[in-house]
Structures are given as C-alpha cells and as structure tokens.
C-alpha cells in the first residue's frame, strides 16, 4: 500500500465526513423515535448497525452521540418558552400553549454533543 493510500484511507477530512455521516444517522433515529415512537425502533436501530458495522464508519460511531444531542438542543429551543402555559394574543386570534422544562434538553443535548466531539477527537489521535 503506497503512502498516498494511507493518507487517503486515514485522512482527516475523510474522518469528520463519516463523522458527520454518523451524526446525520443519530440525528434521524432519535428524530423519529421522537416523532413515531415505537414505529420508527426497528428502522433506528437498522440505521444504527449499519453505521457500527460499516468499517468506514466505525470509528466515527461516537457522530451517533453528537447526532441524539443535536435533537435534543433542537427540542431545548422549541420549548425554550417553558416550562408551563404561556399565552398569546394577536388582532385576530389568541390563544394558550404548554410548554415542557427546557433545561434537562438543554443539558443533556450539550452533553450529548460534547461526548461525542471529544470522543471523537481523542479516537483520532490514538491512530489507526
């Protein structure tokens, strides 16, 4: 294998294109699981094995982590208005909305995130 293989194979930018890869995997399942419940297990779990057992994908399997965390800091925002009813009122319309606690999203979305990043990051300079 010529050195030009080798960097290729290990690259770094190769590295944070599987890791996003895997992120957009995460991102999906926990969307769905989510959004669908129990419908969207069997397909979240197919998409994650697929990510674990591709070898190119393998050893960015920790984008899986960063990808749930994203969602959940999406969900954080949208409920950013709560905990607890808030109510609006406009020149035609009013009405009430309830909003869930943002902050073990929030928490758990950082966290989420930042495991996997440092994950990651520390996987790539152990080596190949």
Avoid: E
């Amino acid at each position: 294998m010529s050195m030009r293989t080798t960097f290729l194979k290990h690259s770094p930018t190769r590295s944070w294109a599987a890791f996003g890869v895997c992120a957009l995997i995460g991102a999906a399942a926990a969307l769905g699981l989510l959004a669908f419940g129990l419908l969207a297990l069997l397909p979240a779990i197919l998409a994650v094995w697929l990510a674990v057992t591709r070898p190119s994908l393998r050893r960015s399997a920790f984008g899986l982590l960063s990808g749930v965390g994203a969602i959940a800091l999406y969900v954080a925002y949208v409920q950013r208005r709560g905990p607890g009813t808030v109510c609006w009122r406009t020149a035609s319309a009013s009405g009430c909305d309830q909003y869930s606690n943002p902050w073990p999203w929030l928490a758990s979305g950082i966290a989420l995130v930042l495991v996997g990043l440092i994950a990651h990051v520390r996987r790539r300079r152990s080596g190949p």
